[in-house]
């Protein structure tokens, strides 16, 4: 496998947020792609379970449209959960590993809101995806919050 720098231009990111309808998660995860895109080398997009676009499969396809080869997908979530385990792998025509009818809770999370996740829309991309798992407990994200507390105070 190639592996000079023109190989990695074809690797594209999908930050993917769960989608509101209020601006200020997509406000959010727009402003991290921005950032992450003037400090790497990678193509970057957005893309949103619901109520936001573009979505998911719009996200990927547009990145095929650029030349992305293999695509990273990375849900901009703290922690796992059905959204994370089962709808976005779902959208993505992934199992990840799941059996859907151990882990279908889909009905159960509580949620009162229609998930128009764009899981009816196709996905024009050939190559390969791979789905990260979510930001998780990282030392990064407590010093975020450091700064915050310090600042409050």
Not at 4 to 21: A, E, P, T, W
Not at 47 to 60: D, H, L, R, Y
Not at 76 to 82: K, R
Request: hydrophobic share 35%; aromatic share 4%.
């Amino acid at each position: 496998m190639d592996t000079n720098s023109s190989s990695k231009n074809k690797v594209g990111v999908v930050l993917v947020g769960h989608g509101s309808r209020l601006p200020y998660g997509k406000d959010v995860v727009s402003q991290i792609a921005d950032i992450y895109r003037k400090n790497g080398d990678n193509l970057v997009e957005v893309g949103f379970m619901n109520m936001n676009k573009p979505s998911i499969p719009q996200a990927i396809n547009k990145l095929a449209a650029e030349g992305a080869e293999k695509i990273v997908v990375t849900p901009v979530f703290l922690a796992h959960g059905v959204h994370t385990t089962q709808d976005i792998p779902r959208i993505l025509g992934l199992n990840n590993g799941h059996h859907e009818e151990e882990h279908d809770h889909s009905h159960e999370h509580g949620h009162e809101h229609s998930h128009d996740d764009g899981s009816d829309e196709e996905i024009e991309f050939e190559g390969e995806i791979i789905y990260t798992e979510p930001l998780g407990a990282d030392a990064r994200i407590a010093e975020i919050i450091k700064d915050r507390v310090e600042a409050a105070l």
